[in-house]
């Protein structure tokens, strides 16, 4: 079960922009933990998009950008690409008893 | 090349067994700590357990706690995940994914190995 919650969907047409949310509680983001961001195309395993809140790992384009607040997050995905449609996960770690590593709803990119 | 390979999926019955290993490359396998996250058919992402760069913490979720066994063979840059008493909600695709030592995110991920169990 997840335990950061996100939009199941955002759509858009090319060269737009989108954001998605990822909405946490007080015993992960809003506890300072940082999150991460995965994108996963049709068929494929999860990639690293986006770690420690707002940081690209080498070969990512600058199109794609994350920000915290509180206990929310978020990514920003901008002047959007047919390649950029995917499912978006984010992922922080929770303090509770619920388990170490949560995981988002998860939010399904469709460009238009 | 960095790489993961996941293998020994496939179909079990309710109550059976079946062990999942997975092979690195590329890196070095004892500078991170490593995950099991599945994902059932069409659902999100989902923790299943962790274990150390030295094997000497391990961490599992609610859902698989005493019937899976994480453990990692540093010497043979593997890990493997023993799962028995399988349920059908255990049915997921299976990920092996590392995480640098001090941080806490997934990278790199393996291919991902489909686990269904049914009778």
């Known amino acids: 079960q997840s335990v950061l919650t996100q939009p199941p969907s955002v759509s858009g047409a090319p060269g737009q922009r989108v954001t998605i949310s990822c909405t946490g509680s007080s015993s992960n983001i809003g506890a300072d933990y940082d999150v991460h961001w995965y994108q996963q195309l049709p068929g494929t395993a999860p990639k690293l998009l986006i770690y420690?809140?707002?940081n690209r790992p080498s070969g990512v384009p600058d199109r794609f950008s994350g920000s915290k607040s509180g206990s929310s997050a978020s990514l920003a995905i901008t002047g959007l690409q047919a390649e950029d449609e995917a499912d978006y996960f984010c992922q922080s770690y929770d303090s509770s008893l619920s388990g170490f590593y949560v995981f988002g709803t998860g939010t399904k990119v469709t460009v238009l | 090349e960095v790489q993961l390979v996941t293998s020994g999926g496939g179909l079990a019955k309710p109550g059976g067994s079946l062990r999942l290993s997975c092979a690195a490359s590329?890196?070095?396998?004892?500078?991170?700590?490593f995950s099991w996250v599945r994902q059932a058919p069409g659902k999100g992402l989902e923790w299943v357990s962790s274990?150390?760069?030295?094997?000497?913490?391990?961490s599992y979720a609610d859902s698989v706690k005493g019937r899976f066994t994480i453990s990692r063979d540093n010497a043979r840059n593997s890990l493997d995940l023993q799962m028995n008493s399988l349920r059908d909600e255990d049915t997921a695709i299976y990920y092996c994914a590392g995480i640098l030592a001090g941080e806490n995110w997934f990278d790199p991920w393996g291919q991902g190995t489909l686990v269904t169990v049914s009778s």
């Open positions: 274990i150390t760069s030295s094997g000497s913490f391990i």
């Open positions: 590329g890196f070095t396998f004892s500078s991170y700590s």
């Open positions: 420690g809140n707002n």
